[in-house]
């Protein structure tokens, strides 16, 4: 069994005229965002063995802030594959990781993602800027992992219903 979490990266910045889309950083309800998720994920399971980011500024602010509040402690690895592919490629990023590696977060962007997701067999389901699905695979490594796999979703987070969970518990 192998777990892979898929988050899009949470709400980024288009205000700065001249920074190509590479370099988009994260509003601050977007850092709010992200610390959000990485404390409700690290409520329901210990930590990933790895996180898999794009290398889009917002994206690795993202994956920077769930690796701090989830308890991370290890390095975090960017992978051009999930900027520039598709789902395909984010399979063969995916298929490549070594045997010891169980559990996965994937860090990137839409419309790759929501499309990853279905292409697993699950659900179609948006995901908004901070969306995270959390899928179990039946698969003994990630080699196995192709589009006969079917994904079982255990859960879904979006941080607009996380700030309603924090606001009315406050």
């Not at 898929?6 to 370099?23: A, T």
Request: hydrophobic share 40%; proline share 6%.
């Amino acid at each position: 069994m192998r777990t892979l979490y898929i988050m899009r990266h949470c709400k980024s910045r288009w205000d700065e005229p001249g920074l190509g889309d590479r370099e988009r950083r994260l509003t601050k309800r977007g850092k709010r965002d992200a610390r959000l998720l990485g404390r409700a994920l690290g409520a329901r399971s210990a930590p990933p063995d790895l996180i898999l980011c794009s290398p889009a500024r917002r994206a690795r602010m993202t994956a920077r802030r769930v690796a701090r509040a989830w308890g991370y402690g290890r390095k975090i690895r960017v992978e051009e594959a999930i900027y520039q592919g598709g789902p395909l490629q984010c399979l063969e990023a995916l298929g490549a990781l070594p045997q010891e590696v169980a559990t996965v977060l994937l860090i990137g962007h839409n419309p790759t993602l929501e499309n990853l997701v279905w292409m697993l067999g699950a659900p179609r389901m948006p995901m908004p800027t901070g969306a995270t699905v959390c899928l179990d695979l039946e698969i003994a490594g990630w080699n196995e992992l192709d589009l006969t796999t079917e994904a079982q979703v255990r859960f879904r987070l979006e941080p607009k219903a996380l700030r309603g969970q924090a606001e009315s518990e406050e």
